[in-house]
C-alpha cells in the first residue's frame, strides 16, 4: 500500500549491497484515483470531508487523494563517484517492519513504527538526535499522524537530547496522498532539501 514505494527501494538497495546490479532504476507509480478508489477510501474515516490534507496540524480531519509517479536512480555510492554522477543524496540506512494485525490500514502501531526507526538508525549507525528533517508519512488523519508522533516521540526523546532540533514536514500537504507513489515523493522531496540545503516548509499548518 502506502510503503509499496519504499519497499522497492529496499529491495534496489539491498540488490546494489548484494553486488548483484550496478544500477537501480526504482519509485512508485500512482494514477488510480477512478470512482472504484474513492468509493474504496469512503469506506474509511481517511478521507477530509473538507478536502484539504493538512498534516499534523491541530484542525486536521483526513487526507486527500493524489496522483504521482516518482523515479529514483540508485547506485552504490563509490561507483558514482568514480563516474562523476550527480548525487543527490547519500541513503545511509533503511528500515522496515510489519505492523502485523494491526487494527486497520489507515491505523498503522506506534510499536511497527518505532521498529522501523531503531532499524534505520542502526543500520545507519547514527543518532536520532543528528537528525535535522524528518520527512514523515504525514497524511492529515488523525488516527495515523497522532500514531506516528508518538513513535517520533519515543524515539527521539530516547535520544538524549534537550530541546527541539528538528523539522517534521510531509510533502502531502501539497500534493496529497499520492498512495503507491507517496514513499518516492518523500524521499525525492528530503533529496532535493539536502541538495539544495533548504529546510522546505509544510504548509496549511497553523497549530
Known amino acids: 500500500a502506502c510503503a509499496s514505494s519504499l519497499s522497492a527501494i529496499h529491495m534496489g538497495a539491498l540488490e546494489l549491497g548484494a553486488g548483484r546490479t550496478d544500477l537501480v532504476v526504482t519509485g512508485g507509480l500512482d494514477t488510480f484515483n477512478d470512482v472504484f478508489m474513492y468509493m474504496c ?4 474515516p ?7 490534507a493538512r498534516p499534523f496540524d491541530a484542525e486536521a480531519d483526513g487526507t486527500i487523494l493524489g496522483e504521482g509517479l516518482g523515479v529514483l536512480v540508485l547506485r552504490r555510492r563509490e561507483d558514482a563517484e568514480r563516474d562523476g554522477d550527480r548525487i543527490y543524496a547519500v541513503i545511509r540506512g533503511i528500515g522496515s517492519s510489519s505492523d502485523g494485525r494491526g487494527g486497520a490500514i489507515y ?4 510499536a511497527g513504527q518505532v521498529r522501523a526507526l531503531r532499524h534505520a538508525y542502526g543500520s545507519a549507525a547514527i543518532s536520532p538526535a543528528t537528525i535535522e528533517l524528518l520527512e514523515a508519512h504525514g497524511t492529515g488523519t488523525k488516527v495515523g499522524d497522532a500514531v506516528e508522533v508518538r513513535a517520533l516521540a ?3 526523546g530516547a535520544a538524549g537530547r534537550e530541546g527541539a532540533w528538528c523539522a517534521l ?3 502531502k500537504s501539497q500534493i496529497g496522498h499520492t498512495k503507491a507513489a507517496a514513499g518516492a515523493a518523500g524521499l525525492i522531496k528530503a533529496a532535493l532539501a539536502l541538495h539544495y540545503k533548504v529546510l522546505p516548509p509544510t504548509i496549511k499548518v497553523s497549530r
Open 41 to 44: 477510501f469512503s469506506k474509511t
Open 107 to 110: 491505523e498503522p502501531t506506534v
Open 154 to 156: 519515543e524515539v527521539y
Open 46 to 52: 481517511a478521507l477530509s470531508p473538507r478536502s484539504d
Open 169 to 171: 514536514g510531509s510533502v
